[in-house]
């Protein structure tokens, strides 16, 4: 099993050369709205179009909204553990009653 950030490492090894001298952030931003915006459209088929997606297929658009994810980060120099880490430390802070300790 890999870790989040291999696979990270992994993600980025997808890069198409097509996209080489452009500006790999704004590319990989453009993606993850897509992305993003095919589990919504997945979760409103299932929801108000009483359409049968399965859960798996959402799943899969998930994973292809992870790799965007990972990519942007390794673009801007982060490691997908130190993202979840300080997004752990925030939210931590922000709704202490949600995130204390028993």
């Known amino acids: 099993m890999l870790t989040i950030n291999d696979y990270q490492k992994f993600a980025s090894k997808g890069i198409r050369k097509e996209s080489e001298g452009k500006n790999l952030v704004v590319g ?3 993606g993850l709205g897509g992305e ?7 979760i409103k088929k299932r929801e108000y179009h009483g359409r049968d997606v399965s859960i798996e297929h959402t799943a899969e658009e998930l994973g292809d909204v ?3 994810v990972c990519n942007i980060a390794t673009q801007l120099g982060y490691k997908m553990s130190d993202i979840i880490n300080m997004n752990v430390i925030k939210l931590t802070k922000r709704y202490k ?5 028993e």
């Open 28 to 30: 990989f931003a453009l």
């Open 36 to 42: 993003a915006g095919e589990v919504l459209d997945d």
């Open 66 to 68: 992870l790799w965007y």
């Open 97 to 101: 009653e949600l995130y204390e300790e």
